[in-house]
Every structure is written in C-alpha cells, then in structure tokens.
Nanobody, 122 residues
C-alpha cells in the first residue's frame, strides 16, 4: 500500500519555527514530485509548496514565500518543510502529497498523507 506519513506538527508561539517531514515508507519517493498543502477550518485546501522529483525545482504560494523552505532527501525517501516566522494564520492541518506528474504540469496528488496539525498561538 502506497502511503505517506507526515510528522513534526505541534503547537508553536507566533514567530516560531517548525519542521515538517513527509516520509514514504512503502515506495520509492524519488519518482514523484511532492507537494505540501494545508487546510484551515472553514477554508479551502491550499497548495503551499511543491518540489520536483530530483529537487531541482521548487515553488511556493505567496502566503508562505520567504518564510517556508521545501527540501528533500531521496536517500531517506523524505521531504521536509521548514517553516519559520509562523503566525496564527498559518494554523491548519498540513498534508503532503506525491504525484508522478510535475509540480507545474498536472500535479494533483495521487498519494496523500494523513495530515499533521500545526497550531500557532500564544
């Protein structure tokens, strides 16, 4: 069964940082582009970042650009999302998804993780 496992969420104070991980324990993640998405209560799911299968191309939503950094370690079948300068509006459930299609051309997410909660509050 193809699955992704997110970890690293939690409660953080405004201005703080977290690093999320997205691991593929059951398949070869290096064949896939990987995106990070988030969904806050009452809001639509938002794609916030995506990285190509080999890590040579990344993109970010304007809402996180300059604060979040996506990276991957294909030897560990893991993609990371370093989140700095977190604010209450970043509070959401964060999901990762993998797709064989590139980030900029048809990426939808064939395989999804279960999500990890990020709460930014004082």
């Amino acid at each position: 069964q193809l699955q992704l496992v997110e970890s690293g969420g939690g409660l953080v104070q405004p201005g703080g940082s977290l690093r999320l991980s997205c691991e593929a324990p059951t398949f070869a993640l290096h064949y896939y582009a990987v995106g990070w998405f988030r969904q806050a209560p009452g809001k639509e799911r938002e794609r916030i970042s995506c990285i190509s299968s080999v890590g040579d191309s990344v993109d970010y939503a304007s809402s996180v650009k300059g604060r979040f950094t996506i990276s991957r370690d294909n030897a560990k079948s893991t993609v990371y999302l370093q989140m700095n300068g977190l604010w209450p509006e970043d509070t959401a459930v964060y999901y990762c998804a993998a797709d064989r299609l590139p980030c900029a051309y048809g990426f939808q997410g064939d395989i999804w993780g279960q999500g990890t909660q990020v709460t930014v509050s004082s």
